[in-house]
Nanobody
Framework: QVQLEESGGGLVQAGGSLRLSCVAS????????MGWYRQPPGKQRELVAQ???????DYADSVKGRFTISRDNAKNTLYLQMNNLKPEDTAVYYC?????????WGQGTQVTVSS
């Protein structure tokens, strides 16, 4: 069993910053790809950023230059540093992790950016 727990969401003004964390627990904590997804109100879930086991990263065009994804395998933690936040970044943010045993999702953390 694997559990992913996100934290760090909240309410912030446009131009502000937040840092999301996702801690993995359970019997299996070695992952290949890990990523952050978000689901804005009334819209489908979308990829924000992902990071491979070698540290290679990929970002949605809408967040390039503003968001940074990183992982600390020793702490079983995934991060998303979000700078220069915009109202359109408002969404529930989810952590996702993949390994040979399956795909795992966290419960999500709300990020609200006010204008």
């Amino acid at each position: 069993q694997v559990q992913l727990e996100e934290s760090g969401g909240g309410l912030v003004q446009a131009g502000g910053s937040l840092r999301l964390s996702c801690v993995a627990s359970g019997s299996i904590r070695i992952f290949d790809s890990m990523g952050w997804y978000r689901q804005p109100p009334g819209k489908q879930r979308e990829l924000v950023a992902q990071i491979g086991s070698a540290g290679n990263t990929d970002y949605a065009d809408s967040v390039k230059g503003r968001f940074t994804i990183s992982r600390d395998n020793a702490k079983n933690t995934l991060y998303l540093q979000m700078n220069n936040l915009k109202p359109e970044d408002t969404a529930v943010y989810y952590c996702k992790a993949d390994n040979i045993f399956g795909t795992y999702w966290g419960q999500g953390t709300q990020v609200t950016v006010s204008s």
